[in-house]
């Protein structure tokens, strides 16, 4: 027989995943893509890239926190050109190191875009100036997402940046205003922080970071109202434009009230949008809804059955570890597999320092839907790890049905938090309750130990804190 | 009177926290000792208990604020002079506005939030617009609670449009469950402004069906019309470029599928039902075609292992293999062609249909059927039932053989209890039952329906034939309830309008007998030595005989026919 034939339009997480197992599981498999190589906006322009600089703000920071116990390293020398090299060498090693397992897995890889002609056929224009038509069993669409924009506010400059732009690092302006308080806006803010900028964030609502809960966001919150220049919440930009070396920005406050204050350089982070424009969808029977996203079942199929759509294109949260799972779901089904993406927890995580990360339920999830619930948190300040690290502003929580004492959600705040969130969903998926975090033994002096001991404030007998049960 | 609430000291050298969340909210009834917010100093995370009670007028602090040792955090009205803030305020959108305008008009001079209420309205300028339209509010009409295990509805036909003016109890929507069809109607009245369904859609009990723009406040499910309007009009831009951002980073609602607008459905996933069972054995119930839900946990807290899967399995299969040839292990011969011998035209069954297939299947393999059959004289009952119709027609009914007999089998199944029972194969026990509800075939242009008349054993004949004929009726017209349809012990069907003599009906399992009636003919019978025509009517009884014996079926039907001919043989034994 001869071997299945699929298409993958995309390259990124979800995309490569989906290739990868593909090739492994012996189909016929061909991958599309715009770059050189896999890997997509997450390791081209954003995941990567960005923990990369993150990595380096979290140095400066603890050089400067260092000075506190006797070890001073002056002021940093920042060799902006240097730095951008060594990012794009983690970029170029990481994306080369795809293309090797593609070819490794005799991937057929073509640098170019591709459209439907009918349901089964793709015109695939390379980058070479030549195309061709091609017809394939199933079809995997992974295009992902965009940044989105306001159109009043694109002002050409620039000094205007977007997430991608501001990797590139141009250079280390005065003044920079990030535009959206999201996770986006606050991780490359925190990095132009670090290098030296006075960076402001304007934010819609009334919070950082909207959807996360607050007791998590307070310990961020506070350190970035005291490390940035300003956070103006419930504002928002009402106009822009260029004047001489900076951008003057009009920002409402909730009042009403205008001010007019200038910035070397302004980044809009205000989200992503799916991207499913120029894939000729309409030669098919894809649904695409209202807000741009496929519409697919929970076999990652499009209301045409040949054709799948996996990752940003496929709905929230928009995020590269679900675009992963979709697309090796995905492939399983092809395979014959009975299989689903439903997971009971699809991890949170926002680099920022300190580190914030939840998974399943939110205590605002909760509320919404009339949940029972009972958060057990233990704060940062009793752990012995984390006062090592003179970084006691962080907690653990779990959210606990109180009935049959099962784990519905982990939300961790604090250096290392996107590390630690694992284990929670860990304990989510599996069905774990709060006696099963308990029992097991974590490794002293660590913060993995918040975890244990935040399910041993649910029974009132946290070692490290005093907080009987009531 | 009002008091404040100021924050207390904390202990040495602590002179001020940072809230972390605040418990309480305007309008809540709280108590002494009760925690009303949570702090965080630099030792610890507290839960600062209220030192006041009585109904909380303001919360001066919100989660993210430092606060000082003596800060006002609420101002408590005490119970005595109670004022319903929602009721003096026109719609609660004033009353955010409100607020909002004290806090900026205030600053740190807190006790001006002791204000009257509507003090703090009249600091509102130029809000005369939405004074006047405050009274009209749009309530949610969702749809209601169907009956047991009834989670959705396919919508049939919407049966109201957007401008209608709908009345309280009017039909708004028609829609199929499992087990029947029926005209939703309306709890609220007023003008339709949006409908969130259309026929074919699958709608979910609570989900939201229309909005209504009504003049009756409804608490807790009002929502303000204007602010609505103009919140939308300020954020129209941002509402339009932002949202991926806010559940981007909004974790889990993923996974699931899209809701249309106007569906409620951004449950997270581990609330959705979820087993508690790793991805591992979630994954094997899915290949092994199991639902993991219908699987029982050993583990603590109900957790399921792969054992459990597999018990579960062998459980099934066990099963299977006691039922009787031609049971649930049955394969489905493929169909022929029958295009290849002329013209056909394929539809869908209906939901009615598919179930009774699916039912009287499942009862035809479960119950080991036996049929009776009898004839009973009725030559009196009719007699009987000419002199007496006319004055239950009266009160609204129809004096039929099938209420007389309704009357009699509720009768009999105190005096038979084995045909009021079911059978729980599983636990290998029999229930009896304490009531008698005795269902009803009907035919229907839609298909077959059986409501079920409840406690026949404490209604007369006048009120069984009103409640049989408004039971029809309502099942001709879809407008029957799925409570009207369930709680049967027994069931009759009755052909005898259309004819024929015997048949031998499937049993409505659970139950475990059912009656046929035929048409009642006159027959010369031979009685007091010469042939008498008497009106003779024909009985089938089909029955369950797991747990009842034929003689025992006989002796049934026997004292049915007998009590027709002799009614007052009911009343001596």
């Given at each position: ?41 997450c390791?081209?322009?954003g ?11 979290k ?62 056929t793709?015109?695939i ?123 003057s920005?009009k ?12 910035y ?46 996996i ?11 679900k ?45 919404e ?102 | ?64 604020e ?9 101002t ?41 209420p ?52 009017q ?27 259309k ?39 941002e ?36 087993a508690?069972?790793?991805p ?11 639902d ?110 099938t ?19 079911s059978?729980d ?26 409501p ?24 001709r017209?879809?407008?029957?309830s ?5 709680g ?24 475990v ?36 014996d ?19 043989k009911?009343?001596?034994?």
């Amino acid at each position: 027989m001869d071997k299945i034939k699929i298409a993958v339009i995309g390259g990124g997480p979800g995309g490569y995943a989906a290739a990868f197992l593909a090739a492994d599981l012996g189909m016929d498999i061909t991958l599309i893509d715009k770059e050189k190589n896999p890997g997509g906006v997450c390791l081209y322009r954003g995941c990567i890239p960005s923990k990369a600089l993150l990595h380096v703000a979290k140095l400066i920071n603890e050089t400067k926190e260092a000075s506190g116990w006797g070890i001073d390293f002056g002021e940093p020398k920042i060799n902006l050109d240097r730095l951008r090299a060594w990012k794009n060498e983690v970029v170029s090693k990481m994306t080369g190191g795809l293309g090797i397992l593609s070819k490794q897995r005799k991937i057929n890889y073509i640098q170019g875009t591709a459209s439907f002609v009918n349901s089964s056929t793709l015109r695939i224009d390379m980058v070479s100036g030549e195309n061709k038509v091609l017809k394939f069993d199933k079809i995997i669409l992974a295009t992902g997402s965009v940044i989105s924009s306001i159109p009043s506010l694109n002002i050409d400059s620039r000094r205007l940046l977007n997430s991608t732009s501001a990797l590139e690092l141009p250079e280390i302006p005065k003044s920079l205003l990030v535009i959206g308080g999201g996770y986006i806006g606050l991780e490359l803010g925190s990095v132009y922080n670090a290098l030296g900028t006075k960076v402001s964030v304007v934010e819609m609502t009334p919070g950082l970071l909207p959807g996360a809960d607050r007791d998590l966001v307070i310990y961020l919150a506070k350190r970035i109202e005291s490390a940035f220049e300003k956070v103006m919440l419930n504002a928002k930009v009402v106009g822009m434009k260029e004047s001489g070396n900076s951008i003057s920005v009009k920002i409402q406050a909730q009042d009403g009230t205008t001010s007019e204050v200038n910035y070397d350089y302004v980044l809009m982070s205000i989200g992503r949008r799916p991207e499913t424009k120029g894939l000729g969808l309409e030669n098919t029977k894809v649904k695409v809804n209202q807000r741009g996203w496929v519409e697919v079942n929970k076999q990652l199929q499009t209301n045409d059955p040949d054709i799948y759509a996996i990752g940003d294109i496929a709905g929230e949260p928009m995020l590269a570890h679900k675009a992963s799972h979709e697309g090796r779901t995905a492939i399983e089904h092809i395979a014959g597999h009975k299989v689903a993406f439903e997971p009971l927890a699809i991890p949170a995580v926002v680099f920022t320092d300190p580190e914030i990360a939840w998974a399943g339920l939110t205590e605002i999830q909760a509320k919404e839907n009339n949940i029972k619930y009972v958060s057990a948190k233990f704060p940062w300040a009793a752990s012995g790890r984390a006062t090592t690290l003179g970084r006691s502003d962080g907690v653990t929580k779990l959210l606990i049905n109180p009935e049959t004492e099962r784990i519905l959600g982990v939300g961790i705040c604090g250096p290392g938090a996107g590390e630690l969130i694992a284990e929670g969903v860990l304990a989510i998926e599996m069905g774990a309750n709060a006696s099963d975090l308990k029992l097991t033994i974590h490794p002293h002096p660590t913060l993995s130990e918040t975890v244990m001991e935040s399910a041993e404030v649910f029974f009132g007998q946290s070692t490290h804190i005093y907080r009987p049960k009531k | 009177m009002t008091n404040e609430f100021k924050l207390p000291e904390l202990g040495e050298n602590i002179t001020s926290a940072d809230v972390i969340s605040v418990l309480v909210k305007p309008g809540d009834n709280i108590e002494k000792d009760q925690t009303v917010i949570e702090i965080e100093t630099d030792k610890a995370t507290i839960e600062v208990p209220s030192t006041v009670e009585g109904v909380i007028k303001d919360v001066l602090v919100k989660a993210g604020e430092k606060i000082n040792v003596g800060a006002v955090l609420l101002t408590v009205e005490s119970s005595a002079t109670q004022v319903d803030q929602t009721k003096t305020f026109t719609s609660n959108a004033e009353i955010s506005k409100a607020s909002i305008e004290d806090k900026n008009e205030t600053g740190s001079d807190s006790s001006k939030g002791s204000k009257p209420p509507r003090g703090l309205k009249q600091s509102i300028p130029g809000d005369s617009t939405s004074v006047s339209t405050s009274e009209l509010s749009i309530i949610d009409f969702k749809l209601p609670e169907l009956g047991e295990n009834i989670e959705s509805a396919d919508v049939l036909n919407v049966l109201v449009k957007i401008g209608d003016n709908i009345t309280r109890d009017q039909g708004v929507i028609e829609i199929e469950t499992d087990k029947a069809t029926i005209e939703v109607p309306s709890t609220i009245e007023g003008k339709v402004v949006e409908i969130n369904i259309k026929p074919g859609d699958k709608a979910k009990v609570g989900a939201i069906i229309l909005k209504v723009e009504s003049r009756t406040n409804v608490p807790g499910e009002t929502i303000p019309s204007k602010p609505t309007v103009e919140n939308k009009e300020i954020n129209s831009t941002e509402m339009e470029e932002k949202p991926e951002q806010f559940k981007a980073v909004g974790g889990s609602s993923a996974g699931e599928k899209k809701p249309e607008p106007g569906e409620i459905d951004d449950q997270p996933p581990i609330l959705k039902n979820s087993a508690p069972a790793a991805p591992s054995v979630r994954r094997i119930a899915r290949e092994l075609g199991v639902d993991i839900r219908k699987v029982t946990g050993s583990g603590p807290a109900g957790r399921i292992s792969m054992d459990d899967v597999k018990a579960y399995v062998k459980k099934i299969n066990e099963e299977r293999e006691i039922l009787p040839a031609g049971g649930f292990g049955f394969i489905h011969e493929p169909l022929p062609d029958f295009t290849r011998f002329g013209g056909v035209e394929r539809k869908p069954m209906s939901k009615i249909r598919t179930i009774t297939a699916e039912h009287l299947s499942y009862a035809w393999n479960s119950v080991p059927h036996v049929t009776q059959f009898d004839k009973a004289d009725i030559t009196e009952v009719e007699m009987f039932r000419k002199s007496y119709g006319l004055k239950v027609e009266k009160a609204g009914g129809k004096l039929t053989v099938t209420s007389i007999l309704l009357k009699v089998i509720s009768f009999g199944l105190n005096k038979f209890p084995q045909f009021n029972s079911s059978i729980d194969m599983e636990k290998k026990e029999i229930i009896y039952k304490n009531y008698f509800n005795i269902g009803v075939a009907v035919d229907t242009d839609h298909g077959l329906i059986v409501p079920v008349i409840k406690n026949v054993d404490k209604k007369n004949l006048t009120e069984i034939s009103v409640e049989l004929n408004t039971l029809a009726e309502k099942a001709r017209t879809r407008k029957i309830s799925i409570d009207e349809m369930q709680g049967g012990c027994f069931t009759i069907t009755n052909l005898g309008g259309i004819g024929g003599t015997y048949f031998s009906p499937i049993v409505n399992a659970p139950e475990v007998a059912i009656l046929g009636v035929s048409r009642g003919a006159f027959e010369p019978i031979y009685m007091e030595g010469i042939f008498k025509p008497r009106n003779m009517l024909p009985l089938s009884l089909s029955y369950d005989h797991r747990i009842i014996d034929g003689a025992d079926a006989a002796r049934f039907l026997r004292w049915v026919c007998e009590s027709l001919q002799e009614p007052f043989k009911l009343f001596i034994d």
